[in-house]
């Protein structure tokens, strides 16, 4: 059975979008999914599917969260290879070494508008730079998160697509938990 990690977005947020780690663990185990475990309460499940596709696994996540909690909530889907490339494709590997928690991978849902990559590669920014690999959207926080204009809807408006954010230290956890 294929091992999938499903990436949940704006969820568990000070106000709205509660999801409980155990319930939700416990309702995609009914349903089906197998060896279903969480890292941290931001959304990130790695599970067992007999799906044979991301965006099926995806669909199949989502219903259960409705079903289960009242949210449409969106869900990335990635396959433990796919992991396994954005870690090897790392455009900033002195920032994955020196500050994992400000550099952030953007697991983008669809392939990105072209002309709003090649924006955001030669604008002048700001002091955090980025980087758009194929369905992956790499940015290095260099004097952290907050404050920064480089925001989800900033790059969402440019690149007319939505995704959700993990930190580095995040991604190598996933990539651990499905390897």
Request: aromatic share 6%; charged share 25%.
């Given at each position: 059975?294929?091992?999938?990690?499903?990436?949940?977005?704006?969820?568990?947020?000070?106000?709205?979008?509660?999801?409980?780690?155990?319930?939700?663990?416990?309702?995609?185990?009914?349903?089906?999914?197998?060896?279903?475990?969480?890292?941290?309460?931001?959304?990130?499940?790695?599970?067992?599917s007999?799906?044979?596709?991301?965006?099926?696994?995806?669909?199949?996540?989502?219903?259960?969260?409705?079903?289960?909690?009242?949210?449409?909530?969106?869900?990335?889907?990635?396959?433990?290879a796919?992991?396994?490339?954005?870690?090897?494709?790392?455009?900033?590997?002195?920032?994955?070494?020196?500050?994992?928690?400000?550099?952030?991978?953007?697991?983008?849902?669809?392939?990105?508008?072209?002309?709003?990559?090649?924006?955001?590669?030669?604008?002048?920014?700001?002091?955090?730079?980025?980087?758009?690999?194929?369905?992956q959207?790499?940015?290095?926080?260099?004097?952290?998160?907050?404050?920064?204009?480089?925001?989800?809807?900033?790059?969402?408006?440019?690149?007319?697509v939505?995704?959700?954010?993990?930190?580095?230290?995040?991604?190598?956890?996933?990539?651990?938990?499905?390897?």
């Open positions: 059975m294929p091992t999938w990690i499903g990436l949940l977005r704006a969820i568990n947020l000070p106000s709205h979008n509660k999801v409980a780690m155990p319930r939700l663990r416990e309702a995609l185990t009914t349903d089906g999914f197998t060896d279903v475990r969480t890292y941290v309460q931001s959304g990130n499940i790695v599970l067992g007999r799906q044979r596709t991301a965006a099926a696994v995806g669909r199949r996540i989502g219903a259960v969260i409705q079903d289960e909690f009242g949210l449409k909530v969106p869900v990335v889907v990635r396959s433990p796919e992991i396994a490339a954005v870690i090897d494709a790392n455009p900033f590997p002195q920032a994955a070494a020196e500050r994992p928690r400000m550099l952030h991978v953007t697991f983008l849902d669809a392939d990105p508008d072209a002309d709003g990559v090649e924006t955001i590669h030669t604008g002048d920014l700001t002091r955090d730079v980025c980087r758009v690999d194929g369905r959207l790499y940015v290095d926080y260099v004097d952290g998160v907050h404050g920064s204009k480089l925001t989800p809807t900033y790059f969402s408006r440019r690149l007319r939505d995704g959700t954010a993990r930190n580095w230290r995040t991604v190598l956890a996933l990539a651990e938990l499905s390897g």
